[in-house]
C-alpha cells in the first residue's frame, strides 16, 4: 500500500508543472492518464507537464514535453525512511515551467471563483514536496525540485 500511495503521490500533484509516466506494472499505471482526463465532464486544462515513456497526455495540453528514457525507477525502504532513486533526464530538468500560482491557475468550471487556500490568500507554490525553494524562473516538472540531470537520491518519508 505504502508503494502505491508513493506513486499516486509523484504522479497526481495537480495538472501544472507535473511529470506522468508509467512507472512499473506492480505499483501503478497511469499511461492512459491524459485518455481519461480528455472524456471529463468538465474542461481540464493542463500546462508545463512531461509524459513519460508513452504517458499520453491530454488533447487541450500546452507546453508539454514527451519523452522515452529508461529512468531507473526504485523505491527503497530502509529503517531511516522511504527513498525513491531515478535517473533525472537533463532534458527534463532544461524544460520551461513557471511557479504555479493561483493567477496560472484560473477560476473554478462551476463556482467560477480563484483556487485560493483556506485562508482565501493567493497560491505560490514556490517550495517542493521537501520544502526546498523551488527555482523561480524555471522550476523543474514533478513534485521535487532537481537542479541537475543524473542519478538522484530523494527521501519521501
Not at 507535473?18 to 499505471?29: C, F, R, S
Request: glycine share 6%.
Amino acid at each position: 500500500m505504502q508503494k502505491l500511495v508513493l506513486a499516486l503521490l509523484l504522479v497526481t500533484t495537480g495538472l501544472f508543472s507535473n511529470t506522468y509516466a508509467q512507472i512499473t506494472p506492480d505499483y501503478v499505471n497511469v499511461k492512459d492518464y491524459g485518455a481519461v482526463a480528455d472524456g471529463a465532464a468538465w474542461p481540464v486544462i493542463a500546462e508545463e507537464n512531461v509524459y513519460l515513456n508513452g504517458a499520453i497526455p491530454l488533447e487541450e495540453n500546452s507546453n508539454e514535453l514527451q519523452k522515452s528514457y529508461n529512468s531507473d525507477f526504485k523505491i527503497e525502504e530502509t529503517p531511516e525512511g522511504v527513498y525513491i532513486e531515478f535517473v533525472m533526464d537533463e532534458e527534463i530538468v532544461k524544460f520551461k515551467n513557471r511557479i504555479v500560482t493561483t493567477e496560472i491557475l484560473g477560476k473554478t468550471s462551476i463556482s467560477k471563483l480563484p483556487y485560493v487556500q483556506p485562508d482565501n490568500s493567493a497560491y505560490y507554490i514556490d517550495k517542493d514536496y521537501s520544502g526546498k525553494k523551488r527555482n523561480k524562473t524555471n522550476p523543474v516538472a514533478g513534485p521535487f525540485e532537481i537542479k541537475e540531470s543524473g542519478k538522484q537520491k530523494i527521501k519521501v518519508w
